[in-house]
């Protein structure tokens, strides 16, 4: 080097290095950038899963549970009752499964860019997963339009397919609302603030849900309409809460304005195929497993000579499963936050970490089992005063326990899969286990007499499907993980969280490499 001249190149070599440079701790997250010891990863699962848990239980589980009550003492609470199931259905498989889905980009992306020291570029992820899920999804709300008629075409009574077609109109607005909540929670459970989403889910998911639901549904008695108002409501309620919680502990600056945005395009090419990458295996994903589930609990309904009582407790497995599913929701999602910031470290304590969480996940779920089978009996007389809608209830009870306990083996076995880019031969894995293994094991003993002709096992085995799919599921993914090379893994979330400079020190490269007549004529072309 001589002068004020820099070696050709060298600006280069500084980019290069400074992607390869070592994390840096943020004061938001210093917790979740620590390096691995036992004593903090046990601090951590509980610290934050407890918190995620019960914000998950608050949102997603009691809620319906409360709505269903209030709509079954309505004065035509058959009808309504009825209009919400088919339209929970296909607003599930529409609208819910994929937006949900597309929360994979933030959720992977986020937690990398932190393990690797990036929180620079958090705004510009969190923005990227709001608007590029919304544009996505406007075909699918193109379709609400058009519920009613397709749900008629399915042999949907008139008069329920009328309110399904009211419903699905009016939850886009829920829809939208969703996406943004969704992703601002995401980004704020990665900054530290897990117990801001459990004071949200208490307000909205809880008190203002059950307001709502109570006033719309039971005291106005506004149908199908009132039940669409209040979840819209809620989820109004849950972004004003966000932004009031940005305001208080100052994130504006750290959430919304990115000091990249002048180099970090919001829409870059590399950016989306990120998001098509990350999003698109995950909803194949919902539709390989939540998918069948909805239909699991069509099939009950086709079950020959199956009494009115038995759909009852049937409809009550189901509901109780989607609490029990949100309980789990906290555990589920630490370890997969806490394994992708390891990665993105390149910490070599990130399989003992993923190993460790799920050791302890497995624990908590067993125990909350255990306490379900011991008060059985309670819980059968705590969501009914029907005799024989409590007797169908405890034969299948068994079932609910043997579903929870191998869900949360197998998400914990799948969380890795998208992140790792290996969400297709996921999905593939989803597919064959659900599709071509548990799905004809259950149709060939529920729909049909080849096996039994006893009712009570038929709607056992309708209930067992997803537990079978399960079963298979932990047992590749857990295979699968074994033979992982961690290192290699940790290369791939800390390159995608660099991915930014890395096009930088291209572009250094590109223009180094042209011959010095071709980069004069450039700079008077540019400076006329």
């Not at 986020?110 to 590029?132: D, H, N, V």
């Not at 059950?210 to 009132?226: A, E, K, N, P, R």
């Not at 000091?259 to 998001?275: M, N």
């Not at 039994?452 to 079963?471: E, F």
């Amino acid at each position: 080097m001589t002068g004020g001249q820099t070696e050709p190149g060298s600006n280069t070599a500084s980019i290069l290095d400074d992607c390869h440079h070592e994390p840096r701790t943020i004061s938001e997250a210093e917790d979740q950038a620590e390096p691995f010891s036992v004593r903090h990863e046990v601090k951590y699962f509980f610290g934050k899963g407890i918190a995620l848990g019960l914000a998950a239980m608050l949102n997603w589980g009691l809620p319906p549970l409360v709505a269903m009550m209030f709509a079954g003492h309505t004065p035509n609470s058959a009808q309504l009752q009825a209009s919400m199931g088919y339209g929970r259905v296909w607003f599930n498989c529409t609208v819910l499964m994929p937006s949900v889905g597309m929360f994979a980009y933030c959720s992977n992306v986020i937690p990398g860019c932190i393990g690797a020291g990036r929180p620079e570029r958090i705004p510009r992820y969190l923005q990227r997963g709001i608007i590029f899920s919304l544009i996505a999804m406007m075909p699918l709300y193109l379709l609400q339009f058009f519920a009613d008629s397709i749900m008629r075409s399915l042999g949907v009574p008139e008069v329920n397919a009328i309110d399904v077609g009211v419903y699905c109109r009016l939850m886009i607005m829920s829809s939208i609302l969703t996406i943004v909540d969704g992703n601002i929670e995401i980004t704020l459970v990665n900054l530290g603030y897990a117990r801001s989403t459990t004071v949200n889910s208490f307000v909205c998911g809880l008190a203002l849900d059950v307001g709502t639901s109570f006033l719309l549904i039971y005291h106005l008695d506004m149908g199908i309409v009132g039940v669409a108002l209040s979840q819209i409501s809620v989820k109004l309620g849950r972004v004003i809460v966000w932004g009031l919680i940005i305001c208080i502990f100052g994130l504006r600056r750290k959430m919304c304005q990115s000091p990249s945005a002048g180099t970090d395009v919001l829409c870059r090419r590399a950016e989306v195929k990120t998001f098509l990458g990350l999003a698109l295996p995950q909803i194949m994903s919902n539709f390989a497993g939540w998918f069948v589930f909805e239909l699991q609990v069509m099939a009950l309904a086709n079950v020959e000579g199956l009494p009115k009582e038995a759909l009852a407790a049937g409809s009550i497995w189901v509901q109780c499963e989607g609490s029990l599913a949100s309980a789990q929701d906290g555990w589920i999602r630490i370890t997969s936050m806490r394994s992708l910031v390891l990665l993105g470290k390149r910490d070599p304590g990130a399989p003992k970490a993923f190993t460790l969480f799920t050791v302890l996940a497995t624990i908590v779920v067993a125990i909350s089992n255990v306490a379900l089978l011991i008060w059985k009996d309670a819980f059968c007389h705590l969501v009914s005063n029907d005799a024989a809608v409590r007797e169908w209830l405890d034969k299948i009870l068994w079932v609910l326990v043997i579903h929870t306990q191998t869900r949360i083996l197998s998400i914990n076995a799948s969380v890795l899969f998208v992140p790792l880019d290996k969400g297709m031969m996921w999905t593939l894995v989803m597919f064959v286990c659900f599709y071509i293994i548990a799905s004809p094991i259950t149709c060939s003993i529920a729909l049909t007499d080849w096996v039994t002709k006893d009712i009570t096992l038929k709607m056992t085995a309708c209930v067992s499907n997803t537990l079978i799919a399960q079963i298979f599921i932990f047992i590749i993914g857990f295979a699968y993980l074994w033979r992982l090379d961690w290192m290699v893994a940790g290369e791939v979330i800390h390159r995608r969280a660099n991915n930014d400079k890395r096009e930088a020190a291209q572009i250094l490269v590109d223009i180094e490499q042209q011959p010095a007549a071709e980069l004069t004529v450039a700079g008077a072309v540019f400076a006329a």
